[in-house]
């Protein structure tokens, strides 16, 4: 079994080394609330990363409330995984996009919302600063609808 190390950051739990063979570790990072939208993003990451042997790190704005029943799922998935929280509940673009630079990853998961004929004049949204601004590809996925 590999080693464990631990991960940065004060809300870092810890992941699963790189695999044998000094092959570096895929990564894909995605973007959590406990929204619809993000739980969308965090089953396609957790499906990615499966299919592709790849680390998740999880950029969340969750409240501590919630954030047991995301380390219980993310713990249950079986898929090595790095949660770590946004510096600035407001601006979680910033750190999903500083995040994936510092790690290399392959993409970055998004959930989107519907939005409504006002809403889409008002630029801005975290989704569409991170479709623009990131260097790496961006998978935006939508929740289901009910």
Do not use: W
């Not at 939208?37 to 409240?63: F, I, K, Y």
């Amino acid at each position: 079994m590999a080693e464990t190390q631990q991960a940065e950051g004060p809300a870092a739990t810890p992941v699963p080394a790189a695999t044998a063979g000094g092959g570096s570790t895929r990564v894909i990072v995605v973007g959590y609330s406990a929204k619809p939208e993000g739980r969308a993003a965090l089953a396609r990451a957790l499906a990615e990363a499966r299919a592709r042997d790849a680390e998740v790190v999880v950029v969340h704005t969750s409240p501590d409330a919630e954030l047991a029943d995301l380390r219980a799922e993310l713990a249950a998935s079986g898929v090595p995984h790095e949660l770590k929280e946004a510096a600035d509940a407001l601006d979680p673009a910033e750190e999903l996009i500083t995040t994936a630079d510092a790690r290399d990853a392959e993409f970055i998961v998004i959930g989107l919302r519907k939005r409504s004929p006002v809403g889409k004049l008002l630029l801005g949204s975290n989704a569409q600063r991170v479709l623009l601004d990131a260097a790496c590809p961006v998978l935006a996925v939508k929740a289901e609808s009910a």
